[in-house]
């Protein structure tokens, strides 16, 4: 072995070229990872966006997602939690797709290995998902081979492994490697020969313009493929042909009022483009009303299957309900008031004709998720309505186009199932939905709120008469009286807006003699079983509680 240099520069520029090509290495596992995608992507295009390995893979961890973490997720990110999500799973995939570079450059199979178990779990999430069949694997398994055939011609393309100072590489494919020492070399300042030296700048520029098309392709592929999948899948177009009927019986009129007018509150209509949105689906459900049907099953006396024309054929009522979300932190802000036109389920579960034991009604959507609803709040004569209007328009399709359920009193998580294809009249005993299998009560009355929206926390305000105003709600029992407390001192009854129905949730103000100083406002609500509990309860397992307060400073 003819030593160049003394053996310490030798063993640096050893290390120095090994790490180079890990770096390079890295490259080609971060481009072959993209082509798996966009090929991916592409595919996907045909089997459908939650054979996607990305989104079924984030839908697998969604629905593996322990509840405190979700909590801490929804806690950190908001409504923001799903573009997190895709965030982390992007890191997470590119640290391995680099790793699968690395391996590969040192020893193929292990970098093999990495891909193939990648497309492993794609495949896996996706033939987990609903309504999944053998198809749905395909962008897994054509991905991971498009991934590896990139990764090899990439890794071929990489100097060979820097062994020894004085042997000039000889590209793995055969490729005679460059002599050391000709203008191709690391130039001056290089220590000793490595990899670098036997790698000429020809090479090197090659290998990264042969990164750079890979990455770019299958970046292609993701955007194209995401946005034909988007395109072809959308049902804008069938909601924009939907013609509502008319109620036979209309909301009642919202009498005037129901807004105090105070500015900074929320509108008591709550725009559709505002209203919150909560649910586990990464891609929204785009369900073709031409197909959609709604089966009423299991214990009842006979089965009803329910199509799209049948429903619209059928009575419709329309009725304004208050929506809200078991997550919703006390003083949060999921939670909106519209007019939902649908057919009261009552109606529905009466061709069904449940049985008497029957305790429960199990209603699933087109992307497998559930809800338990009491089977009483669904047969009463509250408004419990199969939806598909919202505001006066068919509903918006993150709000579940076709149709979803809307039950006055309880939170959406065991209720308000959007994109629902199907009811099964059951038990408690015997069923669990989405949310219970993951720790949250299988009940999940509203529980009494209030919150305070002006004054904001954090501002100075002057001192004198200031407004305090805000809004209560307690679906389906009524709010009766809203009180609020200046530094914890007595209660005092705030004004009410005008009441537009037990099941919306209703405005109040109160004029407060504020003196300068720091001080905390509370705001308490009633329902006609007396206050809401000021007792601070966490929103798992069954819904938040505590007073909602502020913290003005007075000057
Ligand atoms: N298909 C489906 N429906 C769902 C959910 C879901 O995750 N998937 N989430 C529920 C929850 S927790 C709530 S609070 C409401 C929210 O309805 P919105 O997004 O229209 O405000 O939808 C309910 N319906
Ligand atoms: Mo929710």
Redesign the pocket.
């Known amino acids: 072995m003819a030593a160049v240099g003394t053996g310490d520069e030798q063993g640096s520029g050893l290390r120095r070229g090994r790490s180079a090509r890990a770096r390079f290495a890295a490259l080609a596992g971060l481009a072959s990872g993209l082509v798996t995608l966009g090929a991916a992507a592409l595919v996907a295009v045909v089997t459908g966006a939650s054979s996607d390995p990305l989104v079924a893979v984030g839908a697998a961890f969604v629905d593996a997602t322990p509840t405190w973490l979700k909590e801490l997720a929804a806690e950190t990110f908001g409504t923001a939690d799903k573009a997190a999500l895709a965030v982390g799973e992007a890191l997470v995939l590119a640290g391995l797709a680099a790793l699968a570079g690395v391996l590969a450059a040192r020893r193929w199979v292990w970098g093999a290995a990495v891909v193939v178990a990648l497309g492993l779990v794609a495949a896996a999430a996706a033939l987990g998902r609903p309504g999944a069949s053998a198809w749905t694997a395909a962008p897994a398994v054509v991905g991971t081979a498009a991934g590896l055939w990139t990764l090899r011609l990439l890794v071929d393309r990489l100097p060979a492994p820097a062994r020894s100072s004085s042997v000039a590489a000889t590209g793995s494919g055969g490729t005679p490697a460059h002599p050391v020492g000709t203008a191709s070399a690391g130039g001056p300042g290089t220590v000793g020969t490595s990899a670098r030296d036997a790698w000429s700048r020809t090479d090197r520029r090659g290998f990264l313009q042969a990164v750079g098309v890979a990455a770019a392709l299958g970046a292609v592929g993701v955007v194209v493929g995401r946005a034909a999948g988007a395109a072809g899948r959308a049902v804008t177009a069938a909601r924009d042909a939907v013609r509502l009927p008319r109620p036979v019986r209309a909301a009642a009129p919202v009498p005037a009022g129901v807004d105090v007018p105070v500015d900074g509150v929320e509108p008591w209509r709550t725009p559709p483009d505002a209203?919150?949105?909560?649910?586990?689906?990464l891609v929204v459900p785009q369900v073709d009303p031409a197909t959609w049907t709604l089966r009423v099953h299991g214990l009842v006396e006979r089965e009803v299957e329910l199509t799209w024309d049948e429903l619209l054929a059928s009575d419709l009522v329309e009725a304004w309900v208050t929506?809200c979300?078991?997550s919703n932190p006390v003083g949060g802000d999921?939670v909106?008031n519209q007019r939902w036109l649908g057919l009261p389920v009552r109606d529905l579960l009466a061709r069904a004709v449940p049985h008497a034991d029957a305790d429960m009604v199990l209603s699933r959507?087109a992307?497998g998720?559930t809800?338990s609803t009491p089977i009483e709040a669904l047969t009463d004569d509250r408004d419990a309505l199969l939806a598909v209007g919202m505001d006066g328009a068919p509903l918006p399709v993150?709000?579940?186009f076709p149709a979803r359920l809307v039950v006055p009193g309880l939170?959406?998580?065991v209720s308000?199932?959007?994109?629902v294809t199907e009811l099964e009249v059951t038990r408690f005993a015997d069923a669990r939905a989405y949310w219970t299998q993951r720790g949250w009560s299988e009940r999940g009355p509203v529980k009494t709120q209030s919150r305070i929206e002006v004054p904001r926390g954090g501002g100075d305000v002057a001192a004198g008469d200031v407004v305090v105003a805000g809004t209560a709600w307690a679906q389906h029992r009524g709010v009766r009286r809203v009180q609020v407390r200046a530094d914890e001192g007595a209660w005092q009854d705030a004004t009410l807006a005008a009441d537009g129905g037990i099941d919306s949730w209703r405005q109040w103000r109160w004029t407060w003699r504020a003196e300068p100083g720091e001080h905390v406002l509370h705001v308490r609500a009633f329902d006609p079983e007396g206050p809401q509990t000021g007792e601070v309860a966490d929103v798992v397992p069954d819904g938040a509680t505590g007073y909602d307060s502020v913290h003005v400073t007075v000057v």
């Open positions: 209203f919150y949105r909560i649910d586990t689906a929506l979300c078991v999921l909106g959507s992307d998720w809800a993150e709000h579940g939170y959406g998580y308000a199932t959007k994109w």
